[in-house]
């Protein structure tokens, strides 16, 4: 769904007076970041961060469009997230309030994550894994997700996180382009107030042949598992048998510390490269800005899952690094009710609040009356991210459960970027309903035409960022080519998102959504390549094309048209339809699932073979098809329509 620019005259929400004056960011950032963007960005790495050795160098950019940042540094990012705090006098804070799906909970303080986060990365050490080796990691939303990754961190091992709700098939894919040597995962997790299983899909990955040589297994439902001797090793036992001293691997502010897979416009998906010094000052300074984190006094909630890049940043980095009180929660937001947030919110007095646009739209159809049984009156900061926001969806976010008085910050970003990048700040910017407004401070952003000039205020074009900066990512894990082609050809010397934008007169950016062929659905990145590879996978499929069509609920659905083999389907179509969609959720996820599924005489194609998307959007999205004169054959879109209407 794009949130259109509303006219000139719309409403903004400034701050209010008391919340200026107490916010952690004022109007004199954008000045300090002005003068001197480096010299900016190197006092935030100096302030933010403790330095093993401190850098002299802030950005040496000669080896473009590969960054470093901080070189001459070194330091250690669980080190940074978690012992300096308890160094600090601060090992009684609450990091950690855990709440599971099934009403179970847990709160970890500082401490007792240090030592948790030591054993584990002794135990690690234990099973083989050395400094720069992969480790992969794939577990549901409970704490030893967070403690697994800052296991890692802590020894120097760069982590490989695969979202929970993958495929067996996406991560043995992902387990050996990375090369990881052990998987950390559980027997299973809650879900829908059910145990749902994971330890099954790691044992299928292995079972195709892979470089792992353990896999640490976290008990969480108790389900009955397969074991295999001298692979498989209990967490609890390993955790339990190692010291709870460990000293924190200092590496240099350049060595990798997680890749982490995210969906292009090829069928293979691109492991992003993030390394230490600069993601993480990216992490702590945005996290302390946009969401005006006060660690004393503040409890926050974001509600993504580690496996995306918003839970390594917003979950797992940001949080802990600037010594936040912050909740996990396991489960949906629908059970066992549909006001299980708002419980959450209200049992922890969570004051920040980060969700999806799509996680909002959801609850506005749920009704008012979920978030109204519970007191919402802590909350103080909205955020949002992972896709357009309506302004009818961001109106009600800050009614409803806002009060009608906290700020909402729609922050525009992706797993590339590390850390937010355009977004109003609480405390300083009017903000305008459906619109990211502004870059940060030390973040230099543009929408360019075709010709790479850029539009002046009231145009549209790319969204690009001009300048590098801390948190970006170094490269697509084992093809560096990749990494150029797809990011800086299309504007050299400039990095192009993938997204189109506009600007209002104001000069405010409204962020439209992809131009590439990469959807968005419910804020999950998904790729039409990569669905169609796994349509055609399947013996009934001759040839597929996917595209994203706007959906009220999820901001676009999967909408896929099939050219089915001879005589597949015949007579039983629907059956085979259901039997598809159960086979793209076997090979990618359940989300990747199309919402529908159309056999279609034949697709679309220019003389070139490239399959027209847009005129296939057309119809999914129920419009007349558009010019389909550049089509190699151009009666093939009535011979659709009419196969349609039958
Ligand atoms: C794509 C990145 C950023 C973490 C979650 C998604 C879209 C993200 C916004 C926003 C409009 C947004 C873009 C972007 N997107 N945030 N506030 N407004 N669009 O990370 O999976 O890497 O996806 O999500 O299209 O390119 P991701």
Same mark, same amino acid.
């Given at each position: 769904?794009?949130?259109?620019?509303?006219?000139?005259?719309?409403?903004?929400?400034?701050?209010?007076?008391?919340?200026?004056?107490?916010?952690?960011?004022?109007?004199?950032?954008?000045?300090? #970041?002005?003068?001197?963007?480096?010299?900016?960005?190197?006092?935030?790495?100096?302030?933010?961060?403790?330095?093993?050795?401190?850098?002299?160098?802030?950005?040496?950019?000669?080896?473009?469009?590969? /960054?470093?940042?901080?070189?001459?540094?070194?330091?250690?990012?669980?080190?940074?997230?978690?012992?300096?705090?308890?160094?600090?006098?601060?090992?009684?804070?609450?990091?950690?309030?855990? %709440?599971?799906?099934?009403?179970?909970?847990?709160?970890?303080?500082?401490?007792?994550?240090?030592?948790?986060?030591?054993?584990?990365?002794?135990?690690?050490?234990?099973?083989?894994?050395?400094?720069?080796?992969?480790? #992969?990691?794939?577990?549901?939303?409970?704490?030893?997700?967070?403690?697994?990754?800052?296991?890692?961190?802590?020894?120097?091992?760069?982590? $490989?996180?695969?979202?929970?709700?993958?495929?067996?098939?996406?991560?043995?894919?992902?387990?050996?382009?990375?090369?990881?040597?052990?998987?950390?995962?559980?027997?299973?997790?809650?879900?829908?107030?059910?145990?749902?299983?994971?330890?099954?899909?790691?044992?299928?990955?292995?079972?195709?042949?892979? @470089?792992?040589?353990?896999?640490?297994?976290?008990?969480?439902?108790?389900?009955?598992?397969?074991?295999?001797?001298?692979?498989?090793?209990?967490?609890?036992?390993?955790?339990?048998?190692?010291?709870?001293?460990?000293?924190?691997?200092?590496?240099?502010?350049?060595?990798?510390?997680?890749?982490?897979?995210?969906?292009?416009?090829?069928?293979? @998906?691109?492991?992003?490269?993030?390394?230490?010094?600069?993601?993480?000052?990216?992490?702590?300074?945005?996290?302390?800005?946009?969401?005006?984190?006060?660690?004393?006094?503040?409890?926050?909630?974001?509600?993504?899952?580690?496996?995306?890049?918003?839970?390594?940043?917003?979950?797992?980095?940001?949080?802990?690094?600037?010594?936040?009180?912050?909740?996990?929660?396991?489960?949906?937001?629908?059970?066992?009710?549909?006001?299980? !947030?708002?419980?959450? *919110?209200?049992?922890?007095?969570?004051?920040?609040?980060?969700?999806?646009?799509?996680?909002?739209?959801?609850?506005?159809?749920?009704?008012? &009356?979920?978030?109204?049984?519970?007191?919402?009156? $802590?909350?103080?900061?909205?955020?949002?991210?992972?896709?357009?926001?309506?302004?009818? /969806?961001?109106? !009600?976010?800050?009614?409803?459960?806002?009060?009608?008085?906290?700020?909402?910050?729609?922050?525009?970003?992706?797993?590339?970027?590390?850390?937010?990048?355009?977004?109003?700040?609480?405390?300083?910017? /009017?903000?305008?309903?459906?619109?990211?407004?502004?870059?940060?401070?030390?973040?230099? #952003?543009?929408?360019?035409?075709?010709?790479?000039?850029?539009?002046?205020?009231?145009?549209?074009?790319?969204?690009?960022?001009?300048?590098? !900066?801390?948190?970006?990512?170094?490269?697509?894990?084992?093809?560096?080519?990749?990494?150029?082609?797809?990011?800086? $050809?299309?504007?050299?010397? =400039?990095?192009?998102?993938?997204?189109?934008? =506009?600007?209002?007169?104001?000069?405010?950016?409204?962020?439209?959504?992809?131009?590439?062929?990469?959807?968005?659905?419910?804020?999950?990145?998904?790729?039409?390549? &990569?669905?169609?590879?796994?349509?055609?996978?399947?013996?009934?499929?001759?040839?597929?094309?996917?595209?994203?069509?706007?959906?009220?609920?999820?901001?676009?659905?999967?909408?896929?048209?099939?050219?089915?083999?001879?005589?597949?389907?015949?007579?039983?179509? %629907?059956?085979?339809?259901?039997?598809?969609?159960?086979?793209?959720?076997?090979?990618?996820? @359940?989300?990747?699932?199309?919402?529908?599924?159309?056999?279609?005489? %034949?697709?679309?194609?220019?003389? $070139?073979?490239?399959?027209?998307?847009?005129?296939?959007?057309?119809?999914?999205?129920?419009?007349?098809?558009?010019?389909?004169?550049?089509?190699?054959?151009?009666? *093939?879109?009535?011979?659709?329509?009419?196969?349609?209407?039958?």
């Amino acid at each position: 769904m794009s949130a259109q620019p509303e006219p000139h005259t719309a409403e903004t929400f400034p701050p209010s007076a008391d919340f200026a004056a107490q916010a952690n960011a004022t109007a004199d950032l954008y000045q300090a #970041a002005e003068g001197d963007r480096e010299a900016f960005w190197a006092g935030q790495a100096r302030d933010l961060l403790d330095w093993a050795q401190p850098f002299t160098e802030t950005l040496d950019f000669s080896g473009a469009p590969v /960054a470093r940042w901080f070189g001459d540094g070194r330091l250690n990012a669980a080190y940074n997230a978690v012992d300096r705090h308890v160094a600090a006098g601060l090992g009684d804070r609450v990091a950690i309030h855990f %709440e599971g799906e099934p009403g179970d909970s847990q709160a970890l303080t500082y401490a007792e994550l240090q030592e948790r986060v030591s054993r584990a990365a002794n135990a690690l050490t234990e099973l083989g894994v050395a400094t720069g080796d992969r480790v #992969a990691i794939y577990l549901p939303m409970i704490p030893e997700a967070v403690i697994a990754m800052l296991a890692c961190a802590r020894i120097g091992a760069p982590h $490989s996180v695969i979202f929970g709700g993958f495929s067996a098939e996406a991560l043995y894919s992902r387990i050996v382009d990375a090369e990881a040597k052990v998987v950390i995962t559980a027997d299973g997790g809650y879900r829908r107030g059910k145990p749902s299983a994971l330890k099954p899909a790691v044992d299928d990955a292995l079972a195709k042949g892979t @470089p792992v040589e353990h896999v640490l297994v976290v008990e969480r439902t108790g389900q009955e598992v397969s074991w295999t001797e001298g692979r498989d090793v209990r967490w609890n036992e390993a955790l339990e048998a190692a010291s709870p001293e460990h000293t924190p691997v200092d590496v240099e502010a350049e060595h990798p510390l997680f890749i982490l897979y995210t969906s292009g416009t090829t069928g293979k @998906p691109k492991g992003i490269l993030h390394t230490t010094g600069g993601y993480l000052t990216q992490a702590a300074y945005t996290h302390r800005n946009v969401f005006d984190l006060k660690p004393e006094s503040d409890v926050y909630f974001c509600t993504a899952d580690i496996g995306w890049i918003t839970g390594h940043t917003y979950v797992t980095y940001g949080p802990l690094l600037n010594g936040a009180t912050q909740v996990i929660y396991e489960g949906t937001p629908d059970t066992p009710e549909k006001d299980r !947030w708002w419980q959450i *919110v209200a049992k922890y007095g969570v004051t920040i609040l980060y969700t999806a646009p799509t996680a909002i739209r959801a609850a506005m159809k749920w009704g008012e &009356e979920f978030p109204a049984r519970n007191d919402l009156s $802590s909350l103080r900061v909205l955020g949002s991210v992972g896709e357009p926001i309506n302004p009818e /969806a961001w109106r !009600w976010y800050r009614r409803v459960i806002g009060a009608g008085t906290t700020p909402v910050v729609d922050t525009w970003w992706q797993t590339e970027t590390g850390g937010i990048m355009i977004t109003p700040l609480p405390g300083v910017t /009017a903000a305008k309903p459906g619109s990211a407004q502004r870059p940060l401070p030390g973040v230099s #952003a543009e929408i360019l035409d075709d010709n790479g000039q850029p539009v002046p205020d009231g145009g549209s074009g790319y969204l690009v960022l001009t300048e590098p !900066w801390p948190g970006m990512l170094r490269g697509i894990w084992g093809d560096m080519q990749r990494f150029t082609d797809t990011y800086w $050809s299309r504007f050299p010397g =400039r990095y192009f998102a993938g997204d189109g934008a =506009r600007k209002d007169n104001d000069g405010d950016i409204w962020v439209l959504g992809r131009v590439d062929d990469v959807m968005n659905v419910s804020g999950h990145r998904l790729s039409t390549a &990569e669905i169609e590879s796994a349509l055609v996978s399947h013996p009934a499929v001759a040839e597929a094309a996917v595209v994203g069509a706007t959906d009220e609920d999820t901001g676009q659905a999967v909408v896929a048209f099939v050219i089915l083999h001879g005589d597949a389907g015949k007579g039983e179509t %629907e059956e085979l339809m259901a039997e598809l969609r159960g086979h793209v959720a076997k090979e990618i996820s @359940p989300i990747a699932k199309p919402r529908s599924i159309q056999a279609v005489p %034949e697709l679309p194609k220019t003389r $070139s073979g490239k399959i027209m998307r847009r005129l296939l959007r057309d119809l999914a999205e129920g419009r007349e098809a558009g010019d389909a004169t550049t089509l190699a054959d151009t009666t *093939v879109m009535e011979k659709i329509m009419q196969g349609l209407k039958r």
